[in-house]
């Protein structure tokens, strides 16, 4: 998504009196140790732990748990969890308020602009002089850091999203002290910016309504956490993932990754299986290993041998033909099989590895072919042989602050995507690769992933050092996600095509040779290469929005990037009203598109106080990132509706959230029903859309945006209105020039006749409302404040006496309590 029209500005200064030298590389130890190196982890759905099934297997000590944390002068000491952040440690020890608590996201910028520390002993759990290799590893650190054991720098970390593993052999002791000495995100973009003299590399800073901090494309770090037009700027440090020290001799297992492919002419599926080693010894180890599918009557055994250093095994499985296979599909087109795997490795020195995993079978295909008709190309994805319309939305962080989005979090964001009919979701690029959980609930549920590079909406620096730490990235992630059948595609970053071909930073002419060369630099020399080398299973596009094959033949940035005849569309209009569908792009796929709403009254609440309660209050104003948009809503809702005229402020506020979310979902339902029914038609050289990801999924915070389901996971009525429009079977009407156009649209695999009947059953752990009206009520939406849970249905239009809705709680309540909050509000209520 984009954040419009930049501003230059100077950030703040680093708040240590010496200057940290310009770009040190990720990972560059002291004089003492050498270079350390970058040996990234997998743990996947497909590729569980390794387990040891003889002596002498590796060692391993996890330092999660509690550390010291200090701030830059010794003024703050506290304790802080591991995995962690500063603010998250600062708020547990009720030293601040909620972050999120009003105007916090400002009053607490100081906690960024410090340099804190993160620090702890431990006791060495093992006899270090029997091992060939000790490591420190980092999973992750949030973000510029000094390493250091013992006194002894190891190293330097400047990655969020590297997998950092430092040597440690020949400095462990048997009581260890370790520090992490983090410099401010703030201070040290800032400073990289200071030091890139050429030319600019814009956006300087973020538009003044987001009160944001400068220069996050010189960091890599989470985009977003420097704020985003729906978003706060807390620029975290903090050790983010889990850290362990890890000993092990002869070799060790880095990477575990799997991946299915369809070979037609022979009929028969295979599994690619590529496992990675960190090997110590000086000379090749031989040895075998076995692969066995039970149920699918497969087992092969390879004869294979590892190189000293990073040593790799790729290993095609064959799958037994006379077995039946089944497929993993999206959701609502199939289930999600998987079949459970072991690999087993004997090799002739050292230690039985046996890694349980799970394999799944599913193939992918971005098609871009000509139209009969049509100028430009097709764009839309194949699964297992079947075109698919992608239905969905897209995903930011949960949270800015990554230690607070636990397993349930993600399984309740995900299921209520799967609950409305969506199968496909895109991990928008200014944000996280997400957790690994993540995946797995995707995999489990069958939300298909088209997953961004961490690049969005700026233009970024080619030095050296950058591209080295990029490619480190790059490669650890498409190594970590691969295994994953939800996947589908892999992108290269948010916009930034877009904004070299429109120019959103005001480059002169003359100029724009060179911000393309480090675009094509980045994006293809070194992602697109990299992405290519290590997965060749699913495919790659350069940027969202693209044209393409078509921006791939005009050297990887076209002309016009929206070209409704290629590629994907990102598309947003405020102005005009959103139920007039001749508005819309008839375009190949709609990736990006969307309507602001406010939160729920009950969500809005948890962060404010009576004074914040009013439409115009100074809380409303700044939690509204987005230039114009309180106002742009109000607007909206006036092409249809009256606005609110209550003397009651606070009912004024509340009448006016309902209308939002009624104003959003109605235009999403509209432009959405036109995406769905142009995947038949071609009119005008223009149509056969194939997917519809509606911007966004969910929320980082309590505030206005264009998420369908609010921070803490409250379905508001767009979410509703999402699982009619996005219901496999969908008839839609529409009127052109004095006639009525009606379309059945279906997703199905085979033709189905349709019956109605309304019948409800009643269970211990789910709630009835019976609804009674004398008159129709447009909009009817309940409300049981925060009591966590979703409804069956809810913004409908009441033209019976009667209606019987469902409420599924989240946690446990009770008849009486549900009473007492609920609230109904249709558009009759609103004065």
């Given at each position: 998504?984009?954040?419009?029209?930049?501003?230059?500005?100077?950030?703040?200064?680093?708040?240590?009196?010496?200057?940290?030298?310009?770009?040190?590389?990720?990972?560059?130890?002291?004089?003492?140790?050498?270079r350390?190196?970058?040996?990234?982890?997998?743990?996947?759905?497909?590729?569980?732990?390794?387990g040891?099934s003889?002596?002498?297997?590796?060692?391993?000590?996890?330092?999660?748990?509690?550390?010291?944390l200090a701030?830059?002068?010794?003024?703050?000491v506290?304790?802080?969890?591991?995995?962690?952040?500063?603010?998250t440690a600062?708020h547990?020890?009720g030293?601040?308020?909620?972050?999120y608590?009003?105007?916090?996201?400002?009053?607490?910028?100081?906690?960024?602009?410090?340099?804190?520390?993160y620090?702890?002993?431990?006791?060495?759990?093992?006899?270090?002089?029997?091992?060939q290799?000790?490591?420190?590893?980092?999973?992750?650190?949030?973000?510029?850091?000094?390493?250091?054991?013992?006194?002894?720098?190891?190293?330097?970390?400047?990655?969020m999203?590297?997998?950092?593993?430092?040597?440690?052999?020949?400095?462990?002791?048997?009581?260890?002290f370790?520090?992490?000495?983090?410099?401010?995100?703030?201070?040290?973009?800032?400073?990289?910016?200071?030091?890139?003299?050429?030319?600019?590399?814009?956006?300087?800073?973020?538009?003044?309504?987001?009160?944001?901090?400068?220069?996050?494309?010189?960091?890599?770090k989470?985009?977003?956490?420097?704020?985003?037009d729906?978003?706060?700027?807390?620029?975290?440090?903090?050790?983010?993932?889990?850290?362990?020290?890890?000993?092990?001799?002869?070799?060790?297992?880095?990477?575990?990754?799997?991946?299915?492919?369809?070979?037609?002419?022979?009929?028969?599926?295979?599994?690619?299986?590529?496992?990675?080693?960190?090997?110590?010894?000086?000379?090749?180890?031989?040895?075998?290993v076995?692969?066995?599918?039970?149920?699918?009557?497969?087992?092969?055994?390879f004869?294979?041998?590892?190189?000293?250093?990073?040593?790799?095994?790729?290993?095609?499985?064959?799958?037994?033909?006379?077995?039946?296979?089944e497929?993993?599909?999206?959701?609502?087109?199939?289930?999600?099989?998987?079949?459970?795997?072991?690999?087993?490795?004997?090799?002739e020195?050292?230690?039985?590895?046996?890694?349980?995993?799970?394999?799944?079978?599913?193939?992918?295909?971005?098609?871009?072919?000509?139209?009969?008709?049509?100028?430009?190309?097709?764009?839309?994805?194949r699964?297992?042989?079947?075109?698919?319309?992608?239905?969905?939305?897209?995903?930011?962080?949960?949270?800015?602050?990554?230690?607070?989005?636990?397993?349930?979090?993600?399984w309740?964001?995900?299921k209520?995507?799967?609950?409305?009919?969506?199968?496909?979701?895109?991990?928008?690029?200014?944000g996280?690769?997400?957790?690994d959980?993540f995946?797995?609930?995707?995999?489990?549920i069958?939300?298909?992933?088209?997953?961004?590079?961490?690049?969005?909406?700026?233009?970024?620096?080619?030095?050296?050092?950058?591209?080295?730490?990029?490619?480190?990235?790059?490669s650890?992630?498409?190594?970590?996600?691969?295994?994953?059948?939800?996947?589908?595609?892999?992108?290269?970053?948010n916009?930034?095509?877009?904004?070299?071909?429109?120019?959103?930073?005001?480059?002169?002419?003359?100029?724009?040779?060179?911000?393309?060369?480090?675009?094509?630099?980045?994006?293809?020399?070194?992602i697109?290469?990299?992405?290519?080398?290590e997965?060749?299973?699913?495919?790659?596009?350069?940027?969202?929005?693209?044209?393409?094959?078509?921006s791939?033949?005009?050297?990887?940035?076209?002309?016009?990037?929206?070209?409704?005849?290629?590629?994907?569309?990102?598309?947003?209009?405020y102005?005009?009203?959103?139920w007039?569908?001749?508005?819309?792009?008839?375009?190949?796929?709609?990736?990006?598109?969307?309507?602001?709403?406010?939160?729920?009254?009950?969500?809005?609440?948890?962060?404010?106080?009576t004074?914040?309660?009013?439409?115009?209050?100074?809380?409303?104003l700044?939690?509204?990132?987005?230039?114009?948009?309180?106002?742009?809503?109000?607007?909206?809702?006036?092409?249809?509706f009256?606005?609110?005229q209550?003397?009651?402020?606070?009912?004024?506020?509340?009448?006016?959230?309902?209308?939002?979310?009624?104003?959003?979902?109605?235009c999403?339902?509209?432009?959405?029903?036109?995406?769905?029914?142009?995947?038949?038609?071609?009119?005008?050289?223009e149509?056969?859309?194939?997917?519809?990801?509606?911007?966004?999924?969910?929320?980082?915070?309590?505030?206005?945006s264009?998420?369908?389901?609010?921070?803490?996971?409250?379905?508001?009525?767009?979410?509703?209105?999402?699982?009619?429009?996005?219901?496999?079977?969908?008839?839609?009407?529409?009127?052109?020039?004095s006639?009525?156009?009606?379309?059945?649209?279906?997703?199905?695999?085979?033709?189905?006749?349709?019956?109605?009947r309304?019948?409800v059953?009643?269970q211990?752990?789910?709630?009835?409302?019976?609804?009674?009206?004398?008159?129709?009520?447009?909009?009817?939406?309940?409300?049981?404040?925060?009591?966590?849970?979703?409804?069956?249905?809810?913004?409908?239009?009441?033209?019976e006496?009667?209606?019987?809705?469902?409420?599924?709680?989240?946690?446990?309540?009770?008849?009486?309590?549900?009473?007492?909050?609920?609230?109904?509000?249709?558009?009759?209520?609103?004065?």
């Open positions: 998504m984009a954040v419009r029209r930049p501003r230059r500005g100077a950030a703040a200064p680093p708040s240590r009196s010496s200057r940290r030298p310009c770009r040190v590389p990720g990972g560059r130890a002291g004089a003492a140790m050498g350390a190196a970058l040996l990234p982890l997998l743990l996947v759905a497909a590729a569980g732990r390794a040891v003889a002596a002498g297997g590796p060692e391993v000590r996890s330092l999660r748990g509690s550390w010291w701030n830059g002068n010794g003024s703050v506290l304790r802080g969890e591991v995995p962690g952040c500063v603010h600062l547990r020890r030293l601040i308020q909620d972050p608590y009003r105007f916090n996201d400002v009053t607490y910028r100081w906690i960024s602009l410090d340099n804190w520390t620090s702890r002993t431990f006791k060495t759990p093992f006899d270090d002089r029997k091992w290799k000790v490591n420190l590893v980092f999973e992750g650190v949030d973000t510029v850091a000094q390493i250091l054991i013992n006194n002894i720098t190891l190293g330097r970390t400047d990655n999203f590297n997998r950092y593993s430092f040597d440690i052999t020949s400095v462990i002791k048997e009581v260890n370790v520090e992490v000495r983090f410099l401010s995100a703030v201070s040290y973009a800032a400073e990289q910016s200071r030091c890139h003299k050429a030319y600019s590399i814009p956006p300087a800073c973020p538009p003044p309504v987001q009160k944001g901090e400068c220069h996050a494309n010189f960091i890599r989470e985009q977003c956490s420097f704020s985003w729906w978003g706060p700027s807390f620029p975290t440090q903090g050790i983010w993932k889990d850290v362990r020290i890890e000993a092990y001799n002869h070799y060790h297992l880095i990477y575990f990754s799997l991946t299915s492919f369809f070979e037609k002419s022979a009929q028969q599926w295979s599994l690619e299986i590529e496992s990675i080693f960190d090997v110590v010894s000086s000379k090749p180890i031989a040895g075998l076995t692969v066995n599918i039970p149920k699918l009557q497969t087992q092969q055994t004869s294979v041998k590892l190189q000293p250093g990073e040593g790799s095994i790729v290993l095609l499985v064959n799958i037994n033909k006379s077995s039946t296979v497929a993993w599909w999206p959701n609502g087109h199939g289930k999600q099989t998987g079949y459970n795997m072991t690999t087993t490795f004997i090799m020195a050292g230690y039985q590895i046996e890694k349980s995993s799970k394999a799944y079978f599913r193939t992918v295909e971005l098609v871009q072919e000509p139209i009969p008709g049509s100028p430009g190309l097709s764009f839309y994805f699964i297992n042989g079947r075109p698919i319309f992608i239905k969905g939305s897209n995903w930011i962080p949960a949270d800015s602050f990554q230690d607070r989005v636990t397993y349930d979090t993600l309740l964001l995900l209520s995507a799967a609950d409305a009919n969506m199968n496909a979701l895109r991990v928008w690029g200014g996280v690769y997400e957790q959980e995946y797995d609930i995707c995999d489990e069958g939300i298909m992933i088209w997953q961004d590079f961490m690049f969005a909406c700026a233009l970024y620096p080619t030095d050296q050092y950058y591209l080295e730490s990029v490619r480190a990235e790059v650890h992630q498409v190594r970590r996600l691969k295994s994953h059948p939800s996947i589908i595609l892999w992108s290269g970053n916009e930034n095509e877009a904004a070299i071909a429109s120019n959103w930073f005001s480059i002169p002419y003359a100029d724009r040779e060179v911000y393309i060369k480090d675009y094509v630099m980045l994006y293809v020399k070194n697109r290469e990299i992405v290519l080398t997965d060749k299973s699913r495919p790659f596009i350069a940027s969202s929005p693209t044209n393409g094959l078509e791939v033949k005009e050297g990887w940035l076209s002309q016009n990037p929206y070209d409704t005849h290629y590629g994907d569309t990102h598309f947003y209009d102005s005009n009203d959103c007039n569908w001749t508005v819309y792009p008839k375009t190949r796929f709609a990736s990006e598109y969307g309507f602001q709403s406010w939160p729920s009254f009950s969500t809005i609440e948890k962060v404010s106080s004074e914040d309660w009013s439409y115009t209050s100074n809380f409303s700044h939690r509204q990132h987005h230039e114009n948009g309180n106002d742009q809503m109000l607007q909206q809702i006036e092409h249809h009256k606005l609110p209550s003397t009651d402020p606070i009912k004024k506020f509340k009448d006016t959230i309902y209308l939002t979310q009624v104003m959003q979902a109605q999403i339902k509209t432009e959405t029903e036109f995406y769905r029914f142009s995947q038949s038609e071609i009119i005008r050289g149509g056969h859309t194939m997917g519809a990801l509606y911007w966004q999924l969910n929320d980082i915070w309590q505030a206005p264009w998420a369908s389901l609010e921070y803490g996971g409250k379905w508001k009525l767009l979410h509703y209105f999402a699982q009619n429009f996005f219901a496999p079977l969908l008839p839609v009407a529409y009127e052109d020039k006639v009525l156009y009606i379309y059945g649209v279906s997703d199905l695999h085979v033709d189905h006749k349709l019956t109605l309304a019948s059953s009643q211990d752990d789910i709630y009835i409302f019976v609804l009674q009206t004398t008159a129709i009520a447009p909009f009817v939406s309940l409300d049981v404040g925060s009591i966590k849970g979703r409804f069956s249905d809810n913004g409908f239009l009441m033209t006496q009667k209606k019987v809705v469902v409420f599924y709680p989240w946690e446990p309540t009770g008849v009486e309590e549900l009473e007492k909050s609920l609230t109904l509000t249709s558009l009759v209520d609103v004065v």
